[in-house]
Structures are given as C-alpha cells and as structure tokens.
C-alpha cells in the first residue's frame, strides 16, 4: 500500500546536475530517516545520503560536497541535488524508508534497514 515514486533522473554530462525528487506523500510525514541508494547491474544497492528525522544529513564519501538531499515539508517531497556529476554516479537511484532504525539520528544507511522502496530513476552521465 505504501509507495514512493522517484523521479527526475536523465543522461547528463560530466560536471552537470540533476536533481532527483521522492513522493513520500504516502508516509506520515517526518516519522522516518530517508534515503537515497545507488545501484549498478550485478551490485547491490548502496547508500548515498540520508536524512534523518532532526534534520541531520549523512553522505556516503564518494558523493559528499557535491550531492545534497533534503525534504520539502509541504509536500513530503525528498529531494537529491546532485552536481559536478560523473560516470561513478551513474546508476539506477531508489528512494525508501528507514523503518527499522530506532536508535538516535543520524540512522545507518546500510540497506537492509530501508524499506518500502521506489521504482527508481535512471541516472546515466556520460564523458
């Protein structure tokens, strides 16, 4: 019953932006950590960012400093700014929900905690 929709990926180059947005109307709003995963053909998926529920922001590495989520409390909207793209960042991008965090922020972004999942979007940066 419970759905997210990402939307907003597309094929961009080098040092580009998109900005990938997450309906979560259907959460209640503010109960939960979100996050933002990449995944690749043959990998599992891997966390990107995360937002916790107090506002703190968690990053995996390889995207901190250029990638930004954030959440439009009037819509429930997540949002992922992602800039100065590269071919690493290509992927397919899943938004979800942390319902099995209960310790202090900021959750984990281990992917076994997420869920329910979008469809995801495709995000492709070419050379």
């Known amino acids: 019953q419970l759905q997210l929709v990402e939307s907003g990926g597309g094929s961009v180059q080098i040092g580009g932006s998109l900005r990938l947005s997450c309906d979560a109307s259907?959460?209640?709003?503010?109960?939960?950590?979100m996050g933002w995963f990449r995944q690749t053909p043959g990998n599992e998926r891997e966390g990107v960012a995360g937002?916790?529920?107090?506002?703190?922001?968690i990053y995996d590495k390889s995207v901190k400093g250029r990638f930004t989520i954030s959440k439009d409390k009037a819509t429930n909207t997540l949002y992922l700014q992602m800039n100065n793209l590269r071919p690493e960042d290509t992927g397919e991008y899943y938004c979800a929900a942390n319902m099995r965090w209960t310790g202090a922020p900021p959750c984990t972004l281990r992917r076994e905690y997420f869920g329910p999942w979008g469809q995801g979007t495709q995000v492709s940066v070419s050379s």
């Open positions: 937002l916790d529920v107090d506002g703190t922001t």
């Open positions: 259907s959460l209640t709003y503010n109960l939960y950590c």
